[in-house]
């Protein structure tokens, strides 16, 4: 986790919103989701490029 991402986390912790555990579980979570569903993710456009799935028909 970095960024933005990093700081609303720290904030979140520092005010006692919300454990360190229970904000470590949800950055992890959301990463593990966005990053095999990110259509931009490079990854994706290269397994795209690969099958040729990306050209319009």
Same mark, same amino acid.
């Given at each position: 986790m970095f %960024? =933005? @991402?990093?700081g609303i986390? %720290?904030?979140l912790i520092a005010t %006692?919103?919300?454990p360190a555990v229970a904000? =470590? @579980?949800?950055a992890t +979570?959301?990463?593990?989701?966005f990053g095999v569903a990110d259509?931009?993710?490079t990854q994706t456009v290269w397994s795209?490029?690969?099958? @040729? +799935?990306?050209?319009s028909r």
């Open positions: %960024g =933005l @991402g990093a986390a %720290g904030v %006692g919103i919300y904000v =470590l @579980g949800m +979570s959301y990463n593990q989701v259509p931009t993710s795209a490029q690969y099958s @040729g +799935s990306h050209r």
